[in-house]
């Protein structure tokens, strides 16, 4: 899935909060920021529930849930919403409330190309997609509204695949943005019977509000655990570094695939 993600950090409420994860044939999700480009097959439902603490100084936000629903449409073609509830912990920035419920979004995804395993006929070197979306108003956070799409492509190997991103971004405070991002996958182990698979990104992110567009860098390593081809569970650390400053976030979730109700 490809949920609009606005990375702002005009103030601490802006968690970096729309996750997403690897380990499933359809699109990746929990528990990282960027995607790859597949997408949810049609008539197939994804519901990712996870839990946030995210830290910066004197500040510390806990967000839970932070969810995303994605539904395949049609085939190729995928739909996102998002939210999350978030309580700031520690200090409070001016204006800033202390219950919000922010990440708003919808966005659409269509896969163009599918990426063909080694040695697999019948698919493109590598995977691309687009996405499109809107970030919606948020209560308690940024009221504006804005846009972000992004050009994914996708190229699995032997012993894992990866995956670049490229997102534009107006912003809700009606600025511009884009984010560079890179995920790396390994294969599927397995370890005192659990089904691993260890994943990493690292994007980096320029704001065009001025002169001198603030830049963000992030690095994520995490875990996904493939429970059953239905449910699979994660685990992930994050640090960003801007000039505002630098965040550390434990991410904890799951990621529940199921049918379109009759």
């Given at each position: 899935m490809a949920t609009p993600i606005d990375r702002s950090r005009s103030s601490a409420t802006a968690l970096a909060g729309l996750v997403i994860m690897a380990g499933w044939p359809a699109a990746m999700a929990r528990p990282l920021d960027g995607t790859d480009a597949n997408v949810q097959p049609a008539g197939l439902y994804q519901l990712e529930l996870g839990l946030s603490d995210l830290r910066g100084g004197a500040r510390r936000t806990l967000a839970a849930p932070v969810a995303v629903l994605t539904y395949g449409v049609a085939d190729g073609t995928e739909v996102a919403v998002s939210g999350q509830?978030?309580?700031?912990?520690?200090?409070?920035?001016?204006?800033q409330h202390r219950l919000s419920m922010?990440?708003?979004g919808i966005s659409f995804k269509h896969q163009i190309t599918a990426a063909a395993a080694p040695g697999e006929a019948g698919g493109a070197a590598a995977g691309t997609a687009a996405s499109c979306g809107l970030l919606l108003p948020e209560a308690g956070g940024?009221?504006?509204?804005?846009?972000s799409c992004s050009a994914i492509v996708s190229q699995l190997f032997a012993a894992g695949a990866a995956h670049l991103n490229l997102t534009l971004t107006r912003t809700r405070a009606?600025?511009?943005?884009?984010?560079?991002?890179?995920i790396v996958e390994g294969r599927d182990g397995v370890l005192g019977g659990a089904v691993l698979r260890p994943v990493m990104e690292i994007w980096s992110q320029r704001e065009h509000d001025?002169?001198?567009?603030?830049?963000?860098?992030s690095?994520?390593?995490?875990?996904?655990?493939?429970?059953?081809?239905?449910?699979?569970?994660?685990?992930?650390?994050h640090h960003?570094?801007?000039?505002?400053?630098?965040?550390?976030?434990?991410?904890?979730?799951?990621?529940?695939?199921?049918?379109?109700?009759?």
């Open positions: 509830f978030s309580r700031a912990l520690g200090t409070l920035d001016a204006g922010g990440g708003t940024d009221a504006g509204t804005g846009a009606q600025t511009w943005s884009h984010v560079l991002g890179l001025g002169a001198d567009g603030a830049r963000t860098r690095l994520l390593a995490g875990v996904v655990w493939k429970h059953s081809e239905q449910l699979a569970f994660d685990a992930a650390v960003e570094r801007s000039s505002g400053g630098s965040y550390s976030e434990l991410r904890v979730g799951l990621t529940w695939l199921y049918p379109s109700w009759p």
